[in-house]
């Protein structure tokens, strides 16, 4: 398995600001991935965190709202931009160790927008 | 895409009966069927899984049985106890053109163990 650490915990953000989320492993993983949680419901995946690359997004997400970087292979930061009230969720980083699609979260941050 | 349906919402057991959970999923191709447990204010843990090369595994008081055949995966924990109360996901791994894997959550289930 590997250990996940994510900064903040959880977050209390006005409207129209944006809010800088980190992931950090603690071994060289090849997958990493960012997944939203609103209230009461199931894990909507955002986006697929390359190394070195561009964010692959999935459908209804866009770079401009939820920038992602991904500098090295064991640290990604996800940016939740302008944000709404909408936007108020649980965000989740996971992880996949290479050559298996087991997939391992951290314990989120919750995000509440005033 | 995958489509991944679980029933039910919610289930309240007495504590040391048993508790099952069932999904079913759509695409052929997936794979993998993980369940996660979320506790209160944390992450989803793996507690389970199983490929699609078998039909049945087991650890312990939790077992998940997969037919291939129907598309449907289902969990199972016996001698159920007040901690396993939490809300429980399936979910099923999708290989993509990309070489990656794309993993679909079920709705939640919400289990309440009764004392």
């Known amino acids: 398995s590997a250990v996940i650490s994510q900064k903040p915990s959880r977050d209390i953000c006005q409207r129209g600001t944006s809010l800088t989320i980190q992931c950090q492993v603690d071994s060289q993983v090849t997958m990493m991935f960012w997944y939203r949680q609103q209230p009461g419901q199931s894990l909507t995946l955002i986006a697929t965190a390359n190394q070195g690359s561009e964010a692959t997004y999935e459908s209804g997400f866009v770079i401009d709202k939820f920038p992602i970087s991904r500098p090295n292979l064991t640290f990604s930061t996800l940016t939740v931009s302008n944000m709404s009230p909408e936007d108020s969720s649980i965000y989740l980083c996971?992880?996949?160790?290479?050559?298996?699609?087991?997939?391992?979260f951290g314990a989120g941050t919750r995000l509440s927008v005033l | 895409g995958e489509n991944v349906e679980q029933h039910p919402s919610t289930l309240s057991v007495q504590e040391g009966d048993s508790a099952v959970i069932k999904c079913t999923y759509s695409?052929?191709?997936?794979?993998?069927f993980p369940w996660y447990k979320q506790e209160l204010g944390k992450g989803p843990q793996l507690i389970i899984d199983i490929r699609s090369n078998v039909g049945e595994k087991k650890d312990q008081r939790i077992a998940v049985t997969l037919n291939k055949t129907a598309k449907h995966f289902s969990l199972h924990i016996t001698e159920t106890q007040p901690e396993d109360s939490a809300v429980y996901f399936c979910?099923?791994?999708?290989?993509?053109?990309?070489?990656?894997?794309?993993?679909?959550f079920g709705t939640g289930t919400r289990l309440t163990i009764i004392p």
């Open positions: 996971s992880v996949a160790i290479a050559g298996k699609n087991i997939q391992y």
């Open positions: 695409d052929s191709a997936s794979n993998y």
């Open positions: 979910a099923a791994s999708t290989p993509l053109l990309s070489g990656n894997e794309k993993l679909t």
